[in-house]
Each structure stands twice: as C-alpha cells, then as structure tokens.
C-alpha cells in the first residue's frame, strides 16, 4: 500500500512539474466587470404603478359624472322609491342584530388606526431604503 502512494505521488509530482500555471488575460476583470455591471443593471426594476394616472383620471371623472347625474336628474320621485325598496329590505335582513357600543367604537376607530399605521410603516420604510 505505501509503494502504491508513493508512485501516485511520483506520479502527481510529475506531473505538477510539467505543467504551467494558467494565466488569464490582461483585460479580465475589466471583462467580468462590465458583465456583472450590465447584470446589474438588468436587474433593477422601474416602478410602475398597478393602476395608470389615465385609469384614475377615468375612474374620477366617471365618479363625478355619476354624482352630477344623481344630483340633477329630474325622476327624484322613482330614485326615491327605490331607495326606500331597497332601505326597507336592508333594515329587515338586519334587525336581529344588535352591536354593543364597545363594537361600534371598534368598528369606527380600527379602521382609522389602521390607515394610519399604513400612512406611518410606508414613511418609515421608504426611509429605511431610500436609494
């Protein structure tokens, strides 16, 4: 066994001797450089919003357009009616349920304090990675 590894490394010293150190180019890290630069720059994202200002400007102008024809228009009587319909059945499908005050308080200030945590997390983070 202690023959067999010597000639393995006669063998390795051999061929250690023999061979040359690889060299690499003059320019390679400027190579590697720009490839890993062009990488990078691939990689970063534009920020596009989910909703377009068009799409919102739409939506607004269609809101408006909506309020101004409820507001002007001349068949108040038949709107009227139908809302009384439709306020007559809401009353009825909910007038077994009773909240305390507890819970209506809850239901007014949750949401607010919600909309504010967002509005505060949103000013923190966007300090915390600002580029």
Do not use: C
């Amino acid at each position: 066994m202690k023959e067999n590894d010597k000639e393995i490394e006669n063998l390795i010293e051999k061929m250690m001797t023999e061979s040359t150190l690889e060299s690499t180019s003059i320019d390679f890290t400027s190579k590697i450089m720009s490839q890993v630069l062009a990488i990078e720059k691939s990689k970063i994202k534009v920020y596009k919003p989910l909703i377009s200002r068009s799409a919102w400007i739409f939506i607004g102008m269609s809101l408006i357009a909506l309020t101004a024809y409820t507001v002007y228009s001349n068949n108040d009587v038949a709107n009227f009616e139908i809302a009384k319909t439709y306020s007559e059945k809401a009353s009825a499908l909910f007038s077994g349920i009773h909240f305390s005050k507890n819970v209506l308080y809850a239901l007014l200030v949750v949401p607010f304090m919600i909309l504010v945590q967002i509005g505060v997390l949103k000013n923190y983070f966007d300090k915390k990675y600002e580029l």
